[in-house]
């Protein structure tokens, strides 16, 4: 018995900030922005929204194209960072907002690469035959943490989230498999020393440069390209699968240019590779959940299409998943 993911779901702030409008905020231009990233706009929450009602408002999408009502599911994992207290846990405060008691509800902290993590944890516990109907979330808040004088992390970010329903399979459909790595000797090159989502561009307490993200950035953009194609190509050969099989590549959307250098050295086509982090920029465990979405609506993903999804983080961790739709 396997797991598959039967329906998704996305959700975003209300406010899209282009690069001209950060330009209001920083010594930055589109230009450097558009040219170094790939990024055009992202969304960012703004005074009196919450992360946890934009997710449960993606959960409660695929749990509706999914068929199934929320007192149906077994269990609701998040992959995520940014919940606003340091307990209860996200994923307690969705559970509570869709109205049910009692499954187990749990976090999994792998900043951008926390989907693909909770995917793998899901797709394990389903296996185990601990659970049928899975809710698996992505959801994050980035624009909170960071230093809104810092161009160098500030233009990179944004929030969202988005989320899966998977279901127990018998056969060879759905999560053929996933891997999951981890080199905490790096936790300096991305790190957020203080909990929480704290402040928003607009908010009056905005963090300090201690308590915001710490990017190392050169040398995070080296180590995800390096990481995201060697998960790819274990991941694939651990499921027998050759990686011109693959239908669709969905990787984390932290940088255009490393997307583009992860496909060129794996030899994928570009047109196998889905992106929308012109429209979203990074916005870390959301990025993978928001791009299956907008591929599945976009008819990119079909019966039996073979999909890896991929990513890197802080941690750093990375991660991949290879599913057959
Ligand atoms: N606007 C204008 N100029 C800028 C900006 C900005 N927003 N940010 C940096 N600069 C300047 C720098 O000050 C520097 O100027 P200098 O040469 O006068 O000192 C110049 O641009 C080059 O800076 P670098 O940091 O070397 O630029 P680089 O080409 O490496 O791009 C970037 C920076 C985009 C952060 C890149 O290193 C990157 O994407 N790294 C990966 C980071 C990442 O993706 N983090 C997300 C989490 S990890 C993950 O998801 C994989």
Request: with cysteine; proline share 2%.
């Amino acid at each position: 018995m396997g797991s598959r993911i039967v329906a998704t779901g996305r959700a975003l702030p209300r406010t899209a900030l282009s690069n001209k409008d950060l330009e209001r905020y920083m010594d930055t231009s589109d230009e450097w922005i558009k040219s170094r990233t790939g990024i055009n706009q992202r969304y960012a929450i703004r005074q009196g929204e919450s992360l946890a009602e934009i997710a449960t408002t993606a959960s409660r999408i695929a749990l509706e194209r999914a068929g199934l009502k929320a007192s149906e599911l077994d269990a609701i994992i998040v992959g995520t960072v940014s919940s606003e207290y340091a307990f209860p846990s996200f994923a307690c405060q969705i559970q509570h907002q869709l109205g049910i008691s009692s499954i187990p509800a749990f976090d999994v902290a792998a900043a951008c690469s926390g989907f693909i993590y909770a995917i793998s944890v899901a797709d394990s516990q389903m296996r185990a035959g601990d659970f049928k109907r899975v809710l698996v979330v992505g959801a994050d808040a980035l624009s909170t943490m960071v230093d809104w004088n810092d161009r160098r992390t500030a233009v990179l970010f944004g929030d969202g989230a988005g989320a899966v329903v998977m279901v127990t399979t018998p056969g060879n459909r759905g999560v053929l498999s996933s891997l999951l790595r981890s080199s905490g000797e790096h936790w300096h090159l991305l790190s957020v020393r203080a909990t929480g989502v704290r402040s928003t561009i607009d908010s009056e307490v905005r963090r300090c440069a201690d308590d915001a993200i710490q990017m190392k950035g050169p040398e995070l953009f080296k180590i995800a390209v390096k990481s995201m194609e060697e998960v790819s190509r274990l991941v694939a050969e651990r499921a027998g699968v050759k990686l011109d099989e693959i239908d669709l590549f969905v990787p984390h959307q932290a940088n255009m240019r490393i997307i583009t250098a992860v496909a060129d050295r794996l030899g994928m086509p570009h047109e196998k590779v889905f992106t929308n982090i012109d429209r979203f920029g990074n916005t870390s465990a959301a990025s993978v959940p928001i791009a299956l979405d907008e591929a599945i609506e976009q008819g990119r993903i079909h019966d039996n299409s073979i999909v890896m999804l991929n990513a890197c983080g802080g941690g750093l961790t990375w991660g991949a998943n290879l599913i057959r739709w």
